[in-house]
Nanobody, 127 residues
Framework: QEQLVESGGGLVQAGDSLRLSCAYS????????MGWFRQAPGKEREFVAT????????YYHDSVKGRFTISRDNAKNTVYLQMNSLKPEDTALYYC????????????????????WGQGTRVTVSS
């Protein structure tokens, strides 16, 4: 049973930074790509960033380009989301997700593409 555990959320002020972590565990490693999504109160879940395990290809939502960086540590089966210059509109519950197959950039922004999800870690940015 694959399990994803996020950590690193918290309460920060606008302009601050946070680094989220997502640790993947399971009987066998069956992930091709890992993504971060977020859901703000009263809003739908939205794509933030994705990285592929093998090539390290990265994809970002336009709203976070230049501020957020996704990376991975293959030895630790862990993915990170470095968030800089945080804004109040970044406030949300952040989820990581794992996709068993990489189908190309067209799919990475779609939540249905991912097979396993973590429980989420909350990020609150005060103004």
């Amino acid at each position: 049973q694959e399990q994803l555990v996020e950590s690193g959320g918290g309460l920060v002020q606008a302009g601050d930074s946070l680094r989220l972590s997502c640790a993947y565990s399971g009987r066998t490693f069956s992930s091709a790509a890992m993504g971060w999504f977020r859901q703000a109160p009263g809003k739908e879940r939205e794509f933030v960033a994705t990285i592929t395990w093998s090539a390290g290809s990265t994809y970002y939502h336009d709203s976070v380009k230049g501020r957020f960086t996704i990376s991975r540590d293959n030895a630790k089966n862990t993915v990170y989301l470095q968030m800089n210059s945080l804004k109040p509109e970044d406030t949300a519950l952040y989820y990581c997700a794992s996709a068993t197959y990489y189908r190309g950039p067209w799919y990475v922004g779609r939540s249905a593409y991912y097979d396993y999800w973590g429980q989420g870690t909350r990020v609150t940015v005060s103004s």
